[in-house]
């Protein structure tokens, strides 16, 4: 069960997502073809909510 | 004769491709490959991949162990089966506990499938169970225009006791396979289903997808007492009507096979090591390494274990994946040497998975 998603910035553009799911930390590429990614978009569209603290770098 | 060109021949015009080499649809069928570890214990809903690479486990009723088994049928050159053992009990046929099997469309086209061609399938497998009764395997076909499934029974006769099933599938002349890298096509071996999976009964034939034409309401069932159990091992799907003898692969091509899907990097002193001279904390150490293989899709990443750091900043790098290699970037903390690497025996772990 996914717990929390968090956007991971790099020189302040969007890269990827960390994820915790099952008590692991995963980063999970924006790869629409990546099944955590999906997950990520159902928990998003289920009322998850995604941190995001920008880039800022 | 040239060997490159007997075997020229025999890949070449007139044969068909999967009737030789790689006629096997399904990866790993021997179970012999177990990147994951060979034993998850407490299994509940978190349902995933366990033990053997490429099965999916689905356990929504009691509690499992899920394990690479060294209990085989004799006398068929199998070392290995999958394995699902019920330690508590829950209420069997209440909910799902199914083993799937998830393919790619891109690799299924030569089945001809949406066309008056349609191959059929067959599929063998060896199985063995402490609950005798009806048991079912279904088929779906996840194409985006229209799901399709086709569903048949089989049946456990003998306790304890090593069977082969055989079931021979139509091809499915109305509906194709996705041409793509995604999950296009799954099989579903059920062994406790609620009725949403069993109340308008066994298909027989490819219909339009229908989550409650997976089985009939006599299933078997289990998941109900600590004594259930179900080994599965040999499994091979093929076109054609008969089914051939199990496709053994070396172990280096299993492998690799299954590192399309996932793949581990380190579990050595000193993996992945990075190391640089650093003139200040705004500079970034990077490592880059390839994939042992291309992979379906971008893989997620996890650790299992720790990092080691010296003069870093933060406790883990940021990575960037695609299907054939992954950076690494980790800031340095103050002018002068900094590197990382991965602790002892620890591992990272790249999800590609359907």
Known sequence: MITEVEKIYFNDNFISYKMIKNNTTFQVPLDEANTDYQAIQEWIADGGTVIDNGGGE | ?354
């Open chain 2, 1 to 354: 004769m040239a060997i490159t060109k007997l075997i020229a021949d025999s890949l070449g015009a007139g044969a068909t491709p999967n009737q030789s080499a790689f006629k096997n649809i399904i990866i790993n069928g021997d179970m012999s490959i177990a990147q994951r570890g060979t034993s998850a214990t407490g299994v509940t809903t978190s349902d995933g991949y366990y033990a053997c690479d490429r099965w999916y486990s689905q356990t929504d009723i009691g509690t499992w162990t899920i394990s690479q088994s060294t209990d085989v049928p004799t006398g068929q050159g199998f070392v290995n089966s999958f394995k699902l053992d019920c330690t508590s009990a829950g209420t069997s046929n209440a909910d799902e506990v199914m083993i799937r099997s998830r393919h790619e469309g891109q690799n299924l086209q030569y089945l001809k499938y949406g066309t008056a061609s349609a191959e059929s399938l067959t599929l063998s497998f060896w199985i063995k169970s402490n609950k005798t009764g009806n048991y079912y395997v279904a088929l779906g076909n996840f194409n985006t225009t229209q799901n399709r499934v086709v569903s048949f029974g089989y049946s456990i006769d003998s306790a304890n006791t090593w069977e082969k099933k055989t079931i021979t599938i139509p091809g499915d002349t109305s509906q194709g396979f996705d041409n793509s890298n995604v999950e296009n096509f799954t099989l579903f071996w059920l062994f406790s289903a609620a009725g949403a999976f069993t109340d308008g009964g066994v298909s027989n034939t490819w219909i339009n997808y229908a989550a409650n034409r997976f089985a009939n309401s006599d299933l078997a069932g289990l998941g109900g007492s600590t004594a259930d159990e179900v080994y599965l091992t040999g499994v091979q799907l093929e076109a054609g009507t008969t089914a051939s003898d199990f496709e053994f692969l070396p172990h280096d091509v299993n492998l690799q096979r299954c590192q399309r899907y996932y793949q581990i990097l380190g579990g050595t002193a000193l993996s992945f090591y990075q190391e640089q001279y650093i003139s200040g904390s705004s500079i970034y150490i990077t490592g880059n390494a390839r994939h042992i293989v291309n992979m379906r899709s971008s893989p997620s990443v996890s650790l299992t274990g720790s990092w080691v750091a010296v003069n870093m900043t933060g406790s883990s790098p940021t990575f960037t994946i695609n299907d054939n290699n992954f950076t690494t970037y980790w800031q340095g903390g103050s002018a002068g040497r900094a590197l990382y690497h991965l602790d002892g025996s620890s591992t990272l772990n790249f999800n590609g998975e359907l």
